[in-house]
């Protein structure tokens, strides 16, 4: 049982130590035993880590109120201390205040929550708009509003990744945008219901037939995030994962340049056979 315990702790101080010495180069990735959300890498993200961090602090303080509440009561009114039971029905200033109380709390919650979807819902001053159409399963980027540029993302297959790639994670072709402006995003899907979610950048919209939904997000810095298709869209819904590289708007710049020759070719919109897992083939 000792040695259990104390491999337990090793394991644990392992992971705390890992997760605490790579935060700043991955924080744009989930990490192993990641429990809380990932740092905020833009000012939708932050927004969220404020109204996460309020609602917190508010069901910590009822949580702490009840359970004290609850042990005076159990203490207070035992049928030991209390052995001829009140019959009061009902009391007008407690009845009020717990209605009242907790309409305010609803109002304190509501008030930044509102305004946040606000904040989030869009952008009226877009430096780049680009269209995101999911597929079964894959992505496709077009980037009409400022070039001639669409390209499909896949994720890597296991036998295919080179060192420092991560699984289920990295893909061909990442969808590129300048650093520290605002990107308008226009979701649909091809087929059937998507959602386009990058954890860190604080975006999920879901990609629906028939329907653009607009969302947009601005990268504090250069920088790498990575995020999934989070709306179960079939059989290979675990292998849609979405990288996006955020560059410095020079660099961005001479990527669109190269972007508009590498994809030219019509064919490279072609749908492929969808990449299956080893672990899974049959």
């Not at 036998?159 to 300048?178: A, H, I, S, T, Y």
């Amino acid at each position: 049982m000792h040695q259990l315990l104390r491999r337990f702790a090793a394991i644990l101080f392992t992971t705390l130590v890992a997760g605490t010495a790579s935060s700043a180069a991955h924080a744009q990735a989930p990490k192993p035993w990641q429990m809380g959300l990932q740092p905020a890498q833009s000012p939708v993200m932050a927004g969220i880590h404020q109204l996460n961090d309020l609602v917190l602090v508010i069901i910590t303080v009822i949580t702490i109120f009840v359970a004290a509440l609850l042990g005076w009561v159990v203490y207070r009114y035992s049928a030991k201390r209390n052995p001829t039971p009140s019959r009061t029905s009902h009391n007008t200033m407690l009845e009020i205040a717990w209605t009242l109380i907790p309409v305010l709390i609803l109002v304190v919650i509501a008030i930044p929550s509102f305004r946040l979807v606000y904040f989030e819902d869009r952008t009226h001053e877009a430096d780049i708009t680009i269209k995101v159409v999911g597929h079964q399963w894959y992505w496709e980027y077009d980037y009409s509003d400022v070039a001639k540029v669409d390209f499909i993302s896949r994720m890597i297959a296991d036998e295919d990744l080179k060192p420092g790639q991560m699984r289920l994670l990295d893909v061909d072709n990442q969808l590129v945008v300048p650093a520290g402006k605002n990107v308008r995003v226009l979701t649909t899907s091809a087929d059937v219901i998507h959602s386009f979610f990058i954890p860190s950048l604080g975006v999920q919209r879901y990609a629906i037939p028939g329907r653009t939904i607009e969302t947009w997000f601005k990268a504090d810095k250069p920088g790498v995030f990575y995020g999934e298709c989070n709306q179960i869209c079939g059989t290979n819904h675990s292998q849609m994962p979405i990288v996006i590289h955020a560059m410095a708007e020079t660099e961005f710049q001479a990527w669109l340049t190269t972007a508009k020759t590498k994809f030219a070719d019509a064919t490279q919109a072609v749908p492929a056979a969808p990449v299956q897992l080893a672990a899974i083939q049959r």
